[in-house]
Nanobody, 121 residues
C-alpha cells in the first residue's frame, strides 16, 4: 500500500525558511507528478507547487521566487524549500502524488496527512 509521509513542518518567524519533505513508501515503480498543496484556516486547499518525473515544475503565483520544489526519483521523495516566509503562508501543507504505478495496483493518486506550518513572530 502506498503511503505519503510529510516532515519538516513547524513554527517559523516571518522572513525565515523551512524545508518540507515527503517520502512515498510502498512497492512503487514510478510516480508521474508529486507536489504540495496547502490549506489555510477557513480556506480551500490550493496547489503550491508540483513537479513531474522529468523535473518540470509549476508554482502558484504567490510563492514564485520564494519556494522551490525538487524531487528524488530514486527514493520517491519530494521537497519544498520555502524562503522568505510570511504570515500569509501559514497553512497545513499536504503532499500529493499522482500517476502512481505500484504493486499491487491501487489508486493512482495519494495524499499525505499534512504538516502544519505556522508563520508567526
Amino acid at each position: 500500500q502506498v503511503q505519503l509521509v510529510e516532515s519538516g513542518g513547524g513554527l517559523v518567524q516571518p522572513g525565515g525558511s523551512l524545508r518540507l519533505s515527503c517520502a512515498a513508501s510502498g512497492s512503487i515503480f514510478s510516480i508521474h507528478v508529486m507536489g504540495w498543496y496547502r490549506r489555510a484556516l477557513g480556506k480551500q486547499r490550493v496547489m503550491v507547487a508540483t513537479i513531474t518525473h522529468s523535473g518540470g515544475t509549476s508554482y502558484t503565483d504567490s510563492v514564485k521566487g520564494r519556494f522551490s520544489i525538487s524531487r528524488d526519483n530514486a527514493n520517491n521523495t519530494v521537497y519544498l524549500q520555502m524562503n522568505t516566509l510570511a504570515p500569509a503562508d501559514t497553512a497545513v501543507y499536504s503532499c500529493y502524488a499522482a500517476g502512481v504505478v505500484a504493486s499491487p495496483p491501487g489508486d493512482s493518486a495519494y495524499w499525505g496527512r499534512g504538516t502544519q506550518v505556522p508563520v508567526s513572530s
